[in-house]
């Protein structure tokens, strides 16, 4: 599968973006899709996952209930709302995915990425 992530830019703090990441493929109802992001200078860290039924979801802790993971497998699209962005939340956003169900939220876990797309919050 081939991801394709869009809807980055700059937004100031407080402010919301939505990204989306385009799956190529036939099979993209069953693969667990997910995000990543990486600020400069460190390591590739989770941001959020759910499964291919679209039921069930995971986030990590700094971004619960500010960040929705959400797909339309009709369309081939996971997205990634985002709100009430933070300066902290400045980062190269990356979608993955990975056949059948999610199988842990460490990067290592996830087969297929996306090229990413820079998301700046200015304080």
Not at 11 to 25: E, I, K, P, T, Y
Request: hydrophobic share 35%; glycine share 12%.
């Amino acid at each position: 599968v081939q991801l394709q992530a869009s809807g980055g830019g700059l937004v100031q703090a407080g402010g919301s973006l939505r990204l989306s990441c385009a799956a190529s493929g036939r099979t993209f109802s069953s693969y667990a899709m997910g995000w990543f992001r990486q600020a400069p200078g460190k390591e590739r860290e989770f941001v959020a996952a759910i499964e291919w039924s679209g039921s069930i979801t995971y986030y990590a802790d700094f971004v619960k209930g500010r960040f929705t993971i959400s797909r339309d497998n009709a369309k081939n699209t996971v997205y990634l709302q985002m709100s009430s962005l933070k300066h902290e939340d400045t980062a190269v956003y990356y979608c993955a995915a990975d056949p059948g169900v999610v199988k842990g939220l460490d990067k290592l876990n996830w087969d297929y990425w996306g090229q990413g797309t820079l998301v700046t919050v200015s304080s």
